[in-house]
């Protein structure tokens, strides 16, 4: 079973843990992983683009000139999808992007991710999150001392006033709860610090 260092706010160690070999050390499957990146991704689309049929348009659908004898193009209506200001043919409607991946991939797109990452040095496992307030300096500070910056993911089990409080206002840095854990938020960040009490519940809920 890999251990890790656990470590305080101020980047000493206090404390190892030990991590199941069934969620951070398992065979990484990038095959799984790339199909729920793309998956994620594809459910943040709005999908909320439109365009209007020629029921919707304005103008009237009265016949503009006679169909034989003028020398012009037989045209039925104003609203014609030929016509400036007309309709639009087969244009967007407004639709769902979303993919459905069984749990199971899910998981195991999880599970590869979480190993990927700390095989790559880039999790940490902080001891708590117990911050004297709620200002952004004073947790600017403690970034500094865990050396994470750019994109960095907090993962927190329990609330945490302060800790959201200080860090909502801070470029690059994203807190979610353990429930939230996602491989295309793992993968998409420079740095991972999770607390101590979020990688043990890793370690009971994915084994």
Not at 80 to 90: F, N, P
């Amino acid at each position: 079973m890999p251990k890790v260092d656990v470590v305080d706010l101020t980047n000493k160690k206090v404390d190892e843990l030990e991590l199941a070999d069934g969620v951070f050390a398992v065979e990484i499957n990038t095959a799984l992983i790339h199909q729920a990146v793309v998956a994620y991704q594809a459910a943040q689309r709005a999908g909320t683009h439109k365009t209007k049929s020629r029921s919707e348009v304005s103008g009237s659908g009265k016949k503009l000139w006679r169909q034989k004898g003028t020398g012009r193009a037989r045209i039925g209506s104003i609203r014609s999808t030929l016509w400036r200001s007309g309709a639009t043919t087969h244009g967007p409607k407004p639709r769902s992007y979303k993919q459905g991946l069984p749990r199971k991939m899910f998981l195991g797109a999880l599970r590869s991710a979480l190993t990927a990452q700390l095989n790559d040095g880039l999790l940490t496992v902080v001891k708590d999150f117990e911050l004297a307030d709620h200002k952004t300096q004073g947790f600017s500070g403690v970034l500094g001392a865990l050396g994470a910056d750019r994109k960095v993911l907090i993962v927190e089990n329990d609330d945490n006033l302060n800790l959201e409080r200080s860090s909502r206002n801070i470029a690059g840095v994203t807190l979610i709860g353990g429930y939230e854990l996602d491989p295309y938020l793992l993968l998409n960040s420079n740095r991972i610090l999770m607390s101590a009490a979020a990688a043990a519940k890793c370690n009971e809920v994915l084994a």
